[in-house]
């Protein structure tokens, strides 16, 4: 079967314009999460959706940064206004969650983005 | 704050045995996760540790003591594709069962 796909894979944008980043979760997966991955960095948390339940913001670095989930399936993560330091590797994982712990996350293969 | 801690870069020569640690300091834990990414791929699952002690699987192994904040990943008969990041990471910090991320240990296996 599929795993978690992205797109793009890669992005090239002039500092402040709008970006908006795709993720398409294994289907059946409840749990969706972004992540961000700076050069020489580990992965920093963005956000979190779990069914129906109103998402974890909590990771989101600012409020240029926000996501949606439609039909509980694919997510968009959006960032307004983008900032050089916005140019990361966002990664998007799903994993089939009954709201443990153990889950094993699927992760896509991330957008690669680029903030002339 | 939650505090993961890993080497920053490993090397190791094909064929040998190499240890890469872990250690965290984080209020709440539930289990450890090792992933291994090659550059520019993404992360896929190693292991999960929830219980003290050694769990093995082929060559990898991963071990943890709960009471130590500690955690190592083990990799036997090293091959040239394992040089890849290893990135240690623990659910339960804060409370979440959002996995919490070390920034991973860098492994260049050298013939």
């Known amino acids: 079967g599929a795993g978690v796909s992205q797109s793009p894979s890669n992005k090239v944008t002039e500092k402040g314009k709008d970006v908006e980043l795709r993720c398409d979760p294994i289907?059946?997966?409840?749990?969706l999460y972004w992540y961000r991955q700076s050069l020489g960095q580990g992965l920093e948390f963005l956000i979190y959706f779990q069914g129906n339940s109103a998402p974890d913001k909590s990771g989101l670095p600012s409020d240029r940064f926000s996501a949606e989930r439609t039909g509980g399936s694919v997510s968009t993560l959006t960032i307004q206004r983008t900032q050089q330091e916005d140019s990361a590797v966002y990664l998007c994982?799903?994993?089939?969650?009954?709201?443990?712990?153990?889950?094993?996350?699927?992760f896509g293969p991330g957008t690669r983005l680029l903030v002339l | 704050g939650q505090n993961i801690d890993q080497p920053t870069e490993m090397t190791a020569t094909e064929g040998a045995i190499v240890q890469i640690n872990c250690t965290y300091q984080t209020s709440g834990f539930n289990g450890l996760f090792w992933y291994q990414q090659h550059a520019g791929e993404a992360p896929t699952f190693l292991s999960y540790?929830?219980?003290?002690g050694l769990e093995e699987k082929g060559r990898f192994s991963s071990f943890l003591s709960r009471s130590k904040g500690y955690s190592y990943l083990l990799l036997k008969e090293l091959q040239m594709k394992d040089s890849a990041s290893y990135l240690c990471a623990v659910t339960g910090a804060g409370g979440s069962y959002i996995p919490t991320f070390g920034r991973g240990t860098s492994l260049i296996v050298h013939p």
């Open positions: 540790n929830v219980l003290d």
């Open positions: 289907s059946g997966h409840t749990a």
């Open positions: 994982a799903s994993s089939t969650t009954s709201g443990g712990a153990g889950e094993t996350q699927y």
